[in-house]
């Protein structure tokens, strides 16, 4: 009886070390640092990614941005050790321009740029001149110029790049429509002062206007974003950690029931 209850308690002490190591924060980082745009990415953290490394032995801070310039050269410089808020595109262009070493992780619910009515209600209410505000960064202005396309106000050339589309790329202007370039966080205040305004989703949910609103929607799913970390980070224990997180059925739950008419990860499906 005695060498069977020594054996138990063996078999429940080796039990327990390996869900310490299953559930234990990597010993060699104690504290993460998340950078979001303000917003659903923000909330996501706060509400199922922060509790969820929490319960592994993890620190966890959010920084919030209000750009989407600052998250990433932060994150190179070592002031965050992930970001989430952009899109493969985008991160591809800004880190061959600033020749940062970046690498994409895995992917987050993300809610679909769309065009939302401003002094027009309706989209058959464009009229030759119409003001359009879009987002100024290269990646989500050609997002916009290829929704404008899909409507029909202008003809980009063929041939083209979609991902890198800018203006000089624009082969007829059917409706003349006049773009208005802004900081992306500026698209929802801009639609008392334009006809439409082609808005960032996360942007769109922060300001308290409700997807559904949208009088169109991009078609496309390659937008859909990424948590990012420095390439040096990427094959670290904490980073699998904050991957894992992300991935959870916890999370994909959550995330599923809150976050309705969004675009999910791929392989979530």
Known sequence: MRRLVLKSIAVAAIGLTAAANVYAADPAKKEITIGTTVGDFGDQVKQQ???????????????????????NL??????LDVNVF?????????????KLQLKEVFQVP??????????????KDVKVGSTLAAPNDPSNFARALVMLNDLGWVKLK???NPLTASEKDIEV??????IVPLEAAQLPRSRADVDFAVVNGNYAVSSGIKLTEAVYQEKSYAYVNWGVVRAADAAKPWAKDVIAAYNSPAFRAWAKQKYA????PANWK
Do not use: C, M, W
């Open 49 to 71: 990614i922060k509790p969820l490394l929490e319960k592994q032995g993890y620190s966890v801070k959010l920084v919030e941005f209000t750009d989407y310039v600052r998250p």
């Open 74 to 79: 932060a994150l190179q410089e070592g002031s």
């Open 86 to 98: 952009q899109h493969k595109p985008y991160l591809d262009n800004f880190a061959r321009e600033n």
């Open 110 to 123: 993300t809610a679909p740029l769309g065009i939302y009515s401003g002094k027009l209600k309706s989209l």
């Open 158 to 160: 063929k041939g083209i």
């Open 173 to 178: 202007n059917v409706k003349k429509i006049k």
């Open 261 to 264: 008419g969004y675009k999910f």
